[in-house]
């Protein structure tokens, strides 16, 4: 089983940036796909980006391709997000998650943060 603290979220105004990080404890992140999901208030977990073990592909979904990037590093166990060009539209809770079956449904993912929020003033 594996932990999962996320932090780096905050108030960025519009065109800012903000790196998260996922921070795993209990059990390596190189058994697990990863992904990044996001939730506002009265509306479903959508899902951000996801990176698979290995490292080899990565799924952005359509809003935040070129604006955000996923990366991993196995030997501090850790997940990254980087968010570049932050739009007001970008607020929200932002979870980390981890599971053993890869995909862009958060019903694939078996382990959970408590979310970091961000909100992007215009």
């Known amino acids: 089983q594996v932990q999962l603290v996320e932090s780096g979220g905050g108030l960025v105004q519009a065109g800012g940036s903000l790196r998260l990080s996922c921070a795993a404890s209990g059990r390596s992140l190189s058994w697990y796909h990863m992904g990044w999901f996001r939730q506002t208030p009265g509306k479903e977990r959508e899902v951000v980006v996801t990176?698979?073990?290995?490292?080899?592909?990565?799924y952005y979904t359509d809003s935040v391709k070129g604006r955000f990037t996923i990366s991993r590093d196995n030997v501090k166990n850790t997940v990254y997000l980087q968010m570049n060009s932050l739009k007001p539209e970008d607020t929200a809770v932002y979870y980390c998650?981890?599971?053993?079956?890869?995909?862009?449904?958060?019903?694939?993912?078996?382990?959970w943060g408590q979310g970091t929020q961000v909100t992007v003033s215009s």
């Open positions: 990176i698979p073990r290995s490292g080899s592909s990565t």
């Open positions: 998650a981890a599971g053993s079956r890869y995909g862009m449904a958060s019903s694939l993912y078996d382990y």
